[in-house]
């Protein structure tokens, strides 16, 4: 089993949305905690959106209020509606655990779903 995929990214215009999701397998995914990072070339990957036990929720000031981030346990998904997308929004996404990618020094990260959005 593949530990992570991502997927629904596309591109859009300026003000458009997309809902990306991700499933991962047992040794990555948690209940306690599940995020959304976005990488663009020459820069390092940010977290943008995390969603922790009882469904507490965190966001990047860039996204706070545009991009809701929600999970489905059952199936071990993670979605990311993203709403209002700007062009700066462009980057490729990818999920992960943020407790792991703590503590491991060379984590797995899949493939990545990219983002482009157009003004």
């Known amino acids: 089993q593949v530990p992570v995929v991502e997927s629904g990214g596309g591109s859009v215009q300026a003000g458009g949305s997309l809902r990306l999701s991700c499933t991962a397998s047992?040794?990555?995914?948690?209940?306690?905690?599940m995020g959304w990072y976005r990488q663009t070339p020459g820069k390092e990957r940010e977290l943008v959106a995390a969603i922790s036990e009882a469904d507490s929720t965190s966001y990047a000031d860039s996204v706070r209020g545009r991009f809701t981030i929600s999970r489905d346990i059952s199936k071990s998904t993670v979605f990311l509606q993203m709403d209002s997308l700007r062009p700066e929004d462009t980057a490729v996404y990818y999920c992960?655990?943020?407790?792991?990618?703590?503590?491991?020094?060379?984590?797995?990260w899949g493939q990545g779903t990219q983002v482009t959005v157009s003004s």
């Open positions: 992960n655990n943020p407790l792991v990618i703590l503590t491991d020094p060379d984590p797995y």
């Open positions: 047992k040794s990555i995914f948690s209940v306690n905690a």
